[in-house]
């Protein structure tokens, strides 16, 4: 029996997860496979009502009774310091070191593109790294609110943290085919991290000779996402970096409520969530775009060993952009349940 933890967390984040759970509830039925799907409310909701965000029996709970977490956003603005969300998700990425940030970007369907004449080929993997940086919470804060005020975050960079997510990128480009793997830093600048990362991405570089292998400074790779995305396919970065280039990538490839991704620690524990957030401007709606949720699902399938459902997953994905069956940002008129309903249908017809 396979047991995901579904947490639907705050503004779309419910709606979202509500579509993705019938259509894992479908897949998995075609297939005969064995999956239950528990509901954790680990919300703002929670956090405002109760005083807890995520205790540490819930974290090992999580951790220790599923294989897997689906996750849809947390974020809400009665929670300015956004404490909860920092609590519940970084805090699993941390607590379960779920080091690689695993963040496809495909154009599916190339009129989802905004750019002019987009390649259909474009398909990009970026690879994370998911628990150091700027995220390590290393800094403070002195004479607070005061003019004097100082304050400080310390981006934290390992041998370790930074070796790992690397070989997993090589790894993947290697197992999937792909030709090209790109290091995106700001190495002219921040130099020691940058020596440290360059240093390693060569040294593990040197085992993948087949492999292209390029540096781009973040800068000029926000720019290069936009003018041919085509160019590249695993791109390895730090924790900030990845997170913005990987919503730039979503939105050249169909934006982002297409847009799925992976919290993962090989062997261990995963927690699948969307890249995109709470979207409060739209939230209880029911306008928000399940489809980054199901991919997430189709990522959980593959990830767990079964291969079947993922590759169904993704196809009804694609069939549902291809008749028009999509919520308005795709620029369809179907509603976020409905849109789950219709793919849950469809596997079972
Ligand atoms: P956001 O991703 O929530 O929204 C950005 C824009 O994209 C908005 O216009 C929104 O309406 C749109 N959008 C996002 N998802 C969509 C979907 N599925 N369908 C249609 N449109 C969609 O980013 P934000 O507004 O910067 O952040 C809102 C909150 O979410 C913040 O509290 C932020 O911290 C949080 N957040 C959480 C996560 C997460 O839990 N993984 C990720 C990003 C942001
Ligand atoms: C993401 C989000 C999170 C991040 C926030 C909500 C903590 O933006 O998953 O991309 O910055 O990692
Ligand atoms: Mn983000």
Known sequence: MTRIACIGGDGIGPEVIGAAVLVMTAAADKHGHAVTLDRWDLSANRYLRDGVTITDEERDRLVGEYDAALLGALGDPRVPDNVHARDILLGLR???????????????????SPLRDPDPGTDI??????????????????????????????????????ERIVRAAFEHAAATGRRRVTLVDKANVLSHEGALWRRVFAEIGARFPGIVQDTMYVDAMAMDLVRRPQRYEVVVTSNLFGDILSDLGAQVTGGLGLAPSGNINPGSWALFEPVHGSAPDIAGRGVADPLAAV??????????????????????IIASIRDGFTTPDLGGTASTREVGQWMADRLLA
Do not use: W
């Open 94 to 112: 941390f607590h379960a070191d779920l080091y690689i940030n695993f963040r496809p970007c495909r154009l599916l369907v190339p009129a989802l």
């Open 125 to 162: 993997v970026f690879f994370r790294e998911n628990t150091e940086g700027l995220y390590a919470g290393l800094g403070g804060s002195f004479k607070t609110g005061t003019t004097d005020e100082v304050a400080t975050e310390q981006s934290l960079n390992t041998y370790k943290g930074v």
């Open 295 to 316: 991919g997430c699902v189709s990522l959980a399938f593959a990830h767990l060993g079964m291969g079947d459902a993922a590759k169904d997953v993704d196809d009804v």
